[in-house]
Structure formats: structure tokens, C-alpha cells
């Protein structure tokens, strides 16, 4: 066993001032995100009382009532009233939904009008269509979640629900779809939590353009920096916009070219 010298003790009040100071650093988040928390809290409440004296309503607010009445239980009316008002229901941009809508949807669609537990509620079958793509789930700011989509997809699957892919393109020429599918089929891999979509291939409708290209790659007219002769970010950005811009005149004005 070494001896301990004074560097060596050195170095260990040193490291133990680091550790004290790191468990302080977290010891005030903490203390920071409470207060913040409380703030919050405090700020909600003052806003809830305030819709209320003014007899207003706002769209989440509409969604956090409606949630509250279907799973305190004690309303199964009214879960009865709405699935006999809506024998069925259509919800298009599915990607986009957030949990609570998500669960609202669940129990409005149950078999039992009682349940007034999402996670147990099992699906009326014909009761619920829904369309959706998860590649598009980017409005992350209105709480919609991709893993979230993919959850319930899984779940209805485990209920009955069959999976349409909708994979028909029907603006597209099939060689412009070629080059999509190559440009992203390798690169949109499904993760096993679902964060991620797997990419669907496109499939071809019309028939090819004749005559006229369906891709085009623009070449960049003046990528070298005036200074040092080099290829440089600054010098492609610049010249871009007026080749796209040419490029665009020289199609509507000269170039014949048409789009059914």
C-alpha cells in the first residue's frame, strides 16, 4: 500500500471540493425547477380563475374537462350519450395527436360505455378509422408524439385492426418516385421504440413525362471563393438563389416544358 504524501492528499480534497460542488450545482436545480414548478402552478391557477370569472373556455381547456368527466367514473352518461351520438369516428392527420387526445379517442371508442380507464378500454370493432403518417409527426410543440402514434397502432393491431399502407402516388412520375424511394428508403430506419418511421416506398400511377426531364440537378454556377480559388459554403450560398431563379424563368418562359 503507498504511502500518502501531501500531493496525494492535495489531489484528494481536491476531488472532494469537485464532488461537493457538483452535488450543491444539483442541489440547486433541483431547488430552481421546484420554485419554477410552483410558479407555474401558481400561474395556471391564477389563468383558470380568471377564464372563470370571464365565462371562457379555451380549446385545451375543452379537452382537460372532457377528459376529467370520462375517467372520474362517476358520468357514465355522458361516455354513453357521446358513443350513441358518434357511432363512428374518422381522424385524419393521426400523426399529430397528443395524449390526451389520444385518450379521449380510446374511451370514446370502447365497447363498454363504463370504462373509464383508457389503458384497460378494448375498441368496438368498426368503431374507430384512423389515417395517419409518422414521418410528418413534427408538431412537438402541441405535445404529438411519433412513439406515441406507434403505440396505439400496436395496440390497435392487438385488438383486431387491420393496416392499410397507403403507397399510390398519384402526382408523381414513376421516375421522379425512384429517386425519392432511393434518396430515403436507406436512410428512414424504424427504431425499436418507434422514435424513428420506417420509410414506405412509393408506387407509380401515371405514366413518364416524354421529352422532358422529372429531376434536375442544378449545378452551382459560382462555388469559388474570389480570394483563394476554393469551393466554399459562403460562395455557394450566394449564387444559389439566382441560379434556381434563372433556371425557374428559363422553364415557364423558354423551355416548352408542361405539367399535366
Known sequence: QK??????EFFDLAQHLLDLRAQATRALAYARLALLRQLLDEGARAQRE????QRVIAFDDMLFNLHDRLTRGDSPWLAGALKKRFPAALIDEFQDTDPLQAEILLLLAADD?????????RILPGKLFVVGDPKQSIYRFRRAD???YDRIKRRLLDQGARV???RTSFRGAPSLQRAINAAFAPQ???SDEGSQADYVPLEPFREDVTGQPTVVALPVPRPYSENSGKVTGYWIEQSIPDAVGAFVH???????????
Do not use: C, F, I
Open 3 to 8: 504511502q500518502a504524501t501531501p500531493q496525494h
Open 50 to 53: 380568471a377564464k372563470r370569472r
Open 113 to 121: 360505455p363504463a370504462e373509464n380507464d383508457y389503458r384497460r378500454a
Open 146 to 148: 411519433v412513439v406515441l
Open 164 to 166: 392499410v399502407h397507403l
Open 188 to 190: 428512414m430506419k424504424r
Open 250 to 260: 428559363w422553364m415557364t418562359e423558354k423551355s416548352g416544358w408542361t405539367v399535366r
